[in-house]
């Protein structure tokens, strides 16, 4: 019998995967969840009992926490990346994590044949299909809901004749959750306007009563929320998605471009990373240069585009790593955020590096390092190019 390994989530789309096939193709079927944040101990439980009773033949969890924040998600905050100044990446940077990890457990198990459940009309059929090429070059890859053309409508039937129960009404929406986000995808978001109801957002309003966090950041990393301290970043983000998520906060509609060329829209609720990126963009932008923050712009951007694009085994992605890690030698501090429901603000910032010190002037008042005539004569300099290029450009016009 032909070893398959398949990434099993415990959601509409594997589930199919799994019955069709053991019963359908006959696969002895290895499934294994890479477990990149969001699932408690008991989910994880279950999601094992759900493979088994489905009929795998083995199933592995594995803790993927802390290798996603050390080699993704901490370039992420270094760069404040939002795709397209919206979306965190919160399902597309986790994917390269859960690829890696599939393909290091096809070779343990050695199977001859890897599957996963993505749809042909989305991003992450490209993003694991890619990594399997690269890592485990020759084995098979098999997609049912992509080759067969299925409808969540459609799987949810052939699960019903095979005598599957599960919360099917649950499973007309698409969750996917991550220590740093979840999206939702159902069928408001399968066109251009339409807003999902609140009772599709997993994470429900609970607190109403706004409130004050304080974020510290140690080059350029969160270790401690409020007055604890954390050993590891992941541990911190958990816990200010615990006060941050009663908010409801981090919720929107992310519109882009796939990779395989079309528009696409889903919701996300990313509470922690929203607020720490935010937090941490107003730290940088007191203790960073112009200069820093410009470049910093420019090559995050191109860094969390690649990225979401399924890229990250580019080796420019390092050299842009090095430059992101480099340009956190500084930002280190406080943050003061105000959470209320269904959004937040950043207060201000305290850090030793901030470069806005009264010292050296205040803004819009006075200033204390330099004199009348130098911006007098700074000023006639700095634009001595410009006025010449008028000037001659001015006088070949007569």
């Known amino acids: 019998m ?25 696969y002895e079927v290895h499934s294994v969840i890479v477990n990149t944040g969001g699932f408690t101990a008991e989910e ?48 597309s940077a986790e ?14 198990v050695g199977a001859d044949a890897v599957a996963h459940g993505s749809t042909g009309a989305g991003n992450d059929q490209v993003r694991f299909d890619m990594i399997f090429h690269i890592m485990i070059p020759g084995v098979e890859i098999i997609t049912p809901i992509r080759d067969l053309k ?21 499973a007309m929406y698409s969750i996917n959750k991550g220590i740093w986000g979840t999206s939702v995808g159902g069928k408001e978001t399968l066109t251009s306007n339409g807003m999902l109801p609140e009772e599709a957002w997993p994470t429900q309003l609970t607190n109403n009563n706004p409130e004050q966090v304080t974020l510290t950041f ?11 301290q954390f050993s590891h970043p992941t541990d911190a983000i958990v816990y200010l998605q615990t006060i941050a998520g009663a908010f409801a906060i981090g919720r929107d509609i992310h519109v882009g471009d796939t990779i395989i060329g079309i528009k696409g829209r889903v919701g996300f609720e990313a509470a922690a990373p929203m607020v720490i990126l935010k937090a941490h963009h107003a730290l940088e932008k007191h203790v960073l240069s112009k200069w820093q923050l410009t470049w910093k ?36 501090g406080k943050v003061f955020v105000n959470l209320m429901p269904y959004r937040f603000q950043v207060t201000g910032i305290e850090s030793a590096y901030d470069l ?43």
């Open 2 to 26: 032909r070893k398959v390994v398949l990434g099993f989530s415990g959601g509409l789309d594997t589930s199919y995967c799994v019955k069709y096939l053991t019963e359908e193709k006959g």
């Open 44 to 91: 994880l439980q279950e999601i094992e009992k759900r493979a088994y009773s489905l009929g795998v033949k083995s199933h592995k969890t594995v803790d993927a926490v802390r290798s996603y924040y050390d080699k993704v998600i901490r370039y992420l905050v270094f760069g404040n990346v939002l795709k397209n100044n919206t979306y965190p990446l919160s399902v």
């Open 95 to 108: 994917r390269m994590s859960q690829a890696l990890a599939i393909a290091e457990y096809v070779k343990e």
């Open 150 to 170: 299925l409808s969540r409508e459609e799987e949810i039937a052939y699960l019903q004749t095979k005598g599957v129960e599960m919360n099917f009404a649950k």
């Open 218 to 228: 140690e080059k350029g990393e969160l270790t401690g929320v409020n007055d604890k």
């Open 297 to 332: 712009d420019q090559l995050a951007t191109f860094y969390g585009n690649w990225m979401h694009e399924g890229q990250i085994l580019d080796p420019v992605m390092r050299d842009i790593e090095a430059y992101l890690e480099h340009s956190q030698a500084n930002v280190t």
């Open 356 to 398: 806005m010190s009264s010292k050296f002037g205040k803004y819009g008042e006075m200033n204390s390092g330099w004199s009348g005539d130098d911006v007098r004569g700074f000023s006639k300099i700095f634009g001595n190019q410009t006025m010449i290029w008028n000037q001659v450009n001015e006088s070949n016009k007569k």
